[in-house]
């Protein structure tokens, strides 16, 4: 199966379920470095995900290879509100 394409979505928790999809891939392609998986990630951003993911290249040092956990954590910086993972960590909490 093929891993999905992300575009962009109106919805910021399909955005945390794309991550956990794109994490679950990497577990069938065993060996793979930080950097690599944040190779494997960014071919799959497309669209307005795509240029977002271009800014983000852009701002980065001239020589600095991205890692999949500094990739991850700007892209859920940029597509899920901090306010609303605090919200489902809260109500994950309460379900003890």
């Known amino acids: 199966?093929?891993?999905?394409?992300?575009?962009t979505?109106?919805?910021p928790l399909a955005a945390d379920d794309w991550l956990r999809t794109i994490e679950s891939k990497f577990t069938l392609l065993p060996g793979l470095t930080e950097q690599e998986k944040a190779r494997f990630a960014a071919q799959l951003l497309q669209g307005p995900a795509g240029a977002?993911?271009?800014m983000f290249q852009a701002m980065q040092q001239r020589d600095h290879v991205v890692t999949w956990e500094e990739l991850r954590t700007a892209?859920?910086?940029h597509y899920?509100?901090?306010?609303?993972?605090?919200?489902k960590q809260?109500?994950?909490r309460?379900?003890?």
């Open 1 to 7: 199966m093929r891993p999905p394409v992300f575009t």
């Open 9 to 11: 979505c109106p919805e």
């Open 52 to 54: 977002w993911h271009a």
């Open 75 to 77: 892209f859920r910086a």
């Open 80 to 87: 899920i509100p901090a306010s609303l993972m605090e919200q």
């Open 90 to 92: 809260r109500e994950f």
């Open 94 to 96: 309460e379900l003890k």
